[in-house]
């Protein structure tokens, strides 16, 4: 037998949370699936459930500085439209799911979720996301790639939830978030691609590139990264294989019943050429 | 007044179904129901050693095959699916028995207590086991190859497609101490109440059929609610009390039918002037672990060998091969989807390899009235495909968007823009059932009843799924017999009211029984009489000019044929190989549309579900287990994936059918994979041999086709 629990503040979760480590629910998009049980037999939930959905003060998007700061409790829906959103993360969510899913679920819950597949993670690796947790114990801010660590798993502990989720709002000469799924909506992705590049006067300032569901967690390589920066748009020109080789030897998919192994790959270098290519063709 | 029977008119169920008053299986509560639950092999063949069942709590029990009072296989053509497993297990989820009771939590918990010992064999997936082989010839058959220039050859291949109907199956049996009632989401009542006198080994009258509003079929609801009916009648009279048994999305997709994979072999023998003189042709169906329905849809894959063509010399072979995994079975279209997309290919590889433009070579070779058909019979009625053809190709802008594609692919390079194509499938389905089984095993009955009200009801076992039947029968009789459409009434089937008119597939809904209710109104107009009960029978008759021989499968293997024409535009994108579709346009000819708007709607719905089986749908089997069973792992289209589709209608009357009514419900269905396989085809330039042509399957065309 579970217990449910329905906070009407933010505090009285944290504490609930802290006695009891429940189960967290948002949305409850992924969990009340993953949870289904046989028609008119409750969901096969096995701990304590918590809702937080209703925290009013988790339902807050607010710029401080150059930073974007989610609250755990916004809908996807509304992060989408919002204007302080950066155009990354709108563009990632218009094709995510459902409206009707968009409606329910949060990002927070797809960041804790820690899918492979999850659609908006590169755009948080990329933007440099932060997770903000707290718990009766306080706060701590964790880069989301040290705060997830594989299909499913996190470290968030038993009394800790996401408070919010804070990203860079910085704006970038060339950006691009594609989506590789089995069809145009409601789909998992096969593969998801977000890149971005920052060019002045025909050097690379920025590039950075985050890649979906080719490995048990999205692939952001900094070392990569930093070969390019620096360079001129003529180096670029010569070296848009060379780049596509860098990153062939971390890429590694599997085969699944959505897609192979094969096609993961050489569809996310071909996107990531493809970008590069689309740059020297506009700069 | 007469109006065009054509012109639609609201359809009589809209309004339950839009407001979801609707009632469907799982709606409908019998007082003191039991719930059951099926317990599966966990293995794909081999055989049980021995079960232990836990102590069952009161009001709870197992049904297995000891329970079972007639004989325990499922009747429909060959004696040879249980309805429990015995001993010997032939695939991975094949129901060993039931847990039954009154609250769910529980039977859940019993069925963790049960324990099922095998002994493993060796499975068997690939096509080696043939246990139907049919064949025949046209002309020559075969001997026209020693007088071949050259010879063609291609093999291709379709996968599975499931049915993804909106309720999963579902049945409740109704118990009383001399007769057991089945309530069903079902397309043949008659089908089903077969099977379950010969399960129960008791006579017609101890038995009821009562088809539930049904939300979507597409043949998955053809043989298969036979199955879990069964189960649940046994259950019933074991304990007394109704029994219900609905399947979950994940079992329903993991463990009930789905169409036919098949790999078709087309060899073209070809003069020394470019004529194709000869088709060797082979179908090879995977009929999953018993042969069910099998045979039949082999048969209809078999006839369409030339699809919408003619070609005198043909030599064609088929085999349905056992395997391990879920059986396979009946499917909008029937085994012509599969071999529709061969041959429409294999036109255009031929054209391709003898360096001549497809059109001109297809226009060469299309089917005209009075031609002879694959199986020596004659197209006797009017082929107007002509005249559609031009329609389409001019509502689609088709040449014109060949050239463009062509130009701008010479012209510019490919991989800075998206690949363009187009691609036109032609058509035909034969109506009603395939040779004699009209006339020898359905024998259709129809009656309808005039009551002292004055109103006028449809008794046949026709079944509503979703296609409109109960607004076309009744629009049919209020015109037949110039009453309003109020006063005509047509109840959910009931096989203690209605006489066994045939099941509800194989499009002979309109053409067949609607044609026998025309009949029938015509009689009752001259027996009308204002004060009395009326009621009159009508039964089919086979037309006399059709002729058709079991042995040879020679003559007329349908009284009639519907004909389209499916026009799909894509662009395919260079880097992730996703197709987009740019538009679709279609022309049918199906006699007379009864309603505009009914077979509107069956086209978007039919050809859609056509091109996402060529483009979208892909199942696959792994150590005899289906690994899409989740509406999120097997892509159907969303209203995102899908374009406006352009149709038009043309009318060419057919004098056997009422106001002139042919077949519609698969033909819709049936050019959509060959229509997107070829307009892929046209976009890359490289061979599709296969379906559906996912994204991977393109990106490895590009790299080596």
């Not at chain 2, 997709?253 to 070809?270: D, F, N, V």
């Not at chain 2, 089917?367 to 495909?385: L, N, R, Y």
Request: charged share 25%; net charge negative; with cysteine.
């Amino acid at each position: 037998m579970v217990n449910t629990y329905y906070p009407t503040s933010y505090e009285e979760a944290l504490e609930l949370l802290n006695t009891h480590k429940p189960t967290i629910i948002a949305g409850g998009t992924d969990l009340m699936v993953r949870k289904r049980a046989w028609s008119d037999l409750p969901t096969g939930f096995d701990q304590d459930v918590l809702f937080v959905g209703q925290l009013e003060e988790l339902n807050y998007i607010d710029r401080q500085g150059t930073n974007i700061h989610i609250g755990a409790g916004v809908t996807l829906e509304d992060i989408m439209d919002h204007f302080h959103t950066p155009t990354l993360l709108s563009d990632a969510i218009k094709i995510m799911a459902s409206p009707a899913i968009r409606h329910r679920a949060t990002l927070a819950g797809n960041v804790v979720n820690a899918s492979p597949a999850g659609d908006t993670l590169p755009v948080l690796y990329v933007l440099d996301s932060v997770v903000v947790l707290e718990s009766l114990d306080g706060i701590r801010h964790v880069p989301i790639d040290s705060f997830i660590k594989g299909p499913g798993k996190t470290i968030i502990n038993h009394n800790e939830m996401i408070k919010e989720i804070i990203l860079s709002g910085h704006k970038f000469n060339h950006s691009v978030y594609r989506k590789v799924g089995g069809r145009k909506a409601d789909a998992i992705s096969k593969l998801s691609v977000c890149m971005i590049m920052d060019i002045k006067k025909g050097i690379i300032q920025n590039f950075r590139a985050a890649f979906g569901a080719v490995g048990p967690t999205v692939v952001r390589d900094l070392a990569i990264e930093s070969k390019l920066i620096g360079k001129s748009l003529a180096w670029l020109d010569e070296n848009v294989e060379e780049i596509g080789k860098y990153y062939e030897s971390i890429i590694k998919p599997i085969d699944d019943q959505r897609s192979s192994a094969t096609y993961r790959k050489a569809c996310t270098i071909n996107l990531l050429t493809d970008f590069i290519k689309h740059i020297k063709h506009h700069a | 007044m007469v109006l065009d029977i054509s012109k639609s008119i609201n359809k009589v169920d809209n309004f339950e179904k839009i407001t979801g008053t609707a009632k469907y299986i799982d709606d409908i509560k019998p007082e003191g129901c039991l719930y059951a639950r099926t317990l599966r092999a966990t293995i794909p063949c081999g055989r049980i050693v021995s079960r232990h069942y836990p102590d069952m709590p009161e009001g709870y029990a197992i049904v297995d095959h000891q329970d079972i009072t007639g004989q325990n296989f499922v009747k429909i053509i060959f004696e040879d699916m249980p309805v429990f497993v015995e001993e010997t297990v032939n695939y991975y989820g094949e129901p060993i028995l039931l847990v039954v009771g009154e609250d769910k939590a529980t039977i859940v918990s019993l069925m963790n207590q049960i324990s099922i010992q095998y002994e493993t064999y060796e499975p068997v997936y690939d096509y080696v086991d043939s246990k139907i082989h049919k064949s025949y010839i046209k002309g020559q058959g075969e001997a026209v190859f020693d007088k071949a220039y050259k010879v063609i050859e291609h093999t291709y291949e379709t996968g599975y497609q499931e049915h993804v109907y909106i309720e999963p199956q579902g049945v409740i049996a109704l118990y009383e101490p001399d007769k057991v009632s089945l309530l069903g989401s079902i397309q043949c009542p008659y089908y089903v109440k077969n099977a379950l006198m010969n399960v129960l080994g008791c006579n017609e009258e101890e038995v009821r059929v009562e088809q539930a509003t049904t939300g979507g079929a597409f043949g998955g609801k053809e043989e298969f609610p036979s199955l879990i009916a069964c189960q649940a009648v046994v259950a019933s009279k074991k304990m007394k009390r109704p029994i219900k048994l609905i399947y979950g999305r994940e079992e329903d997709m993991a463990y009930t039918t789905k169409r036919h994979p098949a790999k078709i072999k087309i060899e073209a023998a070809i003069s020394k002037d470019h004529e194709i003189i000869g088709l060797r042709t082979h179908v090879g169906l995977d009929g999953g672990a018993y042969i069910g329905l099998s045979g039949v849809v082999l048969l209809r894959a078999m006839i369409a060998a030339t699809g919408a063509y003619t070609i005198n010399h043909l030599h064609i072979t088929g085999d349905v091969y056992i395997t391990n995994t879920v059986p396979t079975g009946a499917f909008r279209g029937f085994g012509a989807p599969q071999m529709i997309f061969a041959v429409e290919m294999m036109m255009h590889h031929i054209a391709k390899e003898l360096n001549e433009d497809p059109s001109t070579l297809r226009m060469k070779y299309l089917a005209k009235t009075g031609d002879v058909t694959s199986t020596s019979g004659h197209f006797i009625e009017p082929i107007i495909m002509e005249k559609m053809i031009q329609r389409a190709m001019e509502i689609s802008d088709f040449e014109h968007k060949i050239k463009k594609h062509k130009h701008e692919r010479i012209n510019k390079d490919s991989h800075k823009g998206v690949y363009k194509g187009i691609g036109m499938s032609w058509f035909l389905h034969g109506c009603g059932f395939t040779g004699s089984g009209e006339q020898v095993h359905i024998k259709a009955v129809v009656r309808l009843k005039k009551d002292e009200l004055n109103r006028v009801h449809i008794l046949v076992a026709a079944t509503d799924m979703g296609q409109g039947v109960k607004t076309t029968f009744r629009k049919l009789i209020a015109h037949k017999l110039n009453i309003p459409i109020e006063q005509v009434i047509f109840e959910n089937p009931d096989t203690d009211k209605v006489p066994d008119s045939g099941p509800t597939v194989a499009s002979r809904t309109m053409m067949i029984v609607g044609g026998l209710l025309a009949k029938a109104a015509d009689q009752l107009k001259h027996q009308w009489n204002d004060q009395k009960e009326v009621m009159v029978e009508e039964r089919y008759k086979q037309p006399e000019h059709i002729k058709w021989d079991d042995e040879t499968l020679q003559g007329d293997a349908y009284p009639a044929y519907s004909w389209g024409i499916n026009i799909v535009e894509v662009e395919v994108d260079p880097v992730t190989f996703e197709v987009t579709l740019q538009g679709v346009w279609s022309v049918y000819d199906v006699g007379k549309a009864i309603d505009e708007q009914v077979i509107l709607g069956q086209a978007d719905g039919g050809l859609l579900q056509g091109i996402s089986y060529g483009m979208l749908e892909v199942m696959e089997n792994k150590d005899g287990r289906v690994q899409q069973k989740t509406v999120t792992d097997y892509i159907i289209p969303t209203a995102k994936d899908t374009v406006f589709m352009e149709t038009e209608l043309m009318d060419n009357p057919y004098a056997l059918g009422p106001y002139g009514a042919k077949g519609a419900g698969e033909l819709t269905l049936i050019g959509g994979a060959p229509a997107v396989a070829l307009a892929i085809e046209n976009a890359i330039g490289k061979h599709v041999t296969r379906i559906p042509v996912v994204p991977e399957y393109i990106m490895e065309l590009m790299k080596n086709g």
